[in-house]
Nanobody, 128 residues
Framework: QVPLVESGGGLVQAGGSLRLSCVGS????????TGWFRRAPGKEREFVAA????????LYSDSVKGRFTVSIDNAKKTVYLQMNNLKPEDTAVYYC?????????????????????WGQGTQVTVSS
């Protein structure tokens, strides 16, 4: 059983929107925080957004702040990433992940090494 499964990627024109979904199991969603990361061709993996399962303020990278929104539906064991006003530089494979490590500061959840479970990714392509 794949622990996390992303969906919702696709091809969209600049300025358009997509909503990514990440479905998990009760075990994978029993951690502390969930995060979204992306990897563009030829580039390092990049933090996008993070949100604790308990709620509270989300953490976003500067490159997506104001355009992307992360949310959780605990009943459906699903994490969403709503992406608006997409730009060609948002083109990447997007991954969701979960962390079972507790930190008092949200800033720690920007580090990929803090996550222990990952999905296989979904491709997002934004044309100009």
């Amino acid at each position: 059983q794949v622990p996390l499964v992303e969906s919702g990627g696709g091809l969209v024109q600049a300025g358009g929107s997509l909503r990514l979904s990440c479905v998990g199991s009760r075990r994978t969603f029993s951690g502390v925080s969930t995060g979204w990361f992306r990897r563009a061709p030829g580039k390092e993996r990049e933090f996008v957004a993070a949100l604790r399962w308990s709620g509270g303020s989300a953490l976003y990278s500067d490159s997506v702040k104001g355009r992307f929104t992360v949310s959780i539906d605990n009943a459906k064991k699903t994490v969403y990433l709503q992406m608006n006003n997409l730009k060609p530089e948002d083109t990447a494979v997007y991954y969701c992940a979960t962390s079972d490590r507790y930190y008092s500061s949200n800033s720690f959840y920007a580090g990929a090494s803090e996550y222990n479970t990952w999905g296989q990714g979904t491709q997002v392509t934004v044309s100009s």
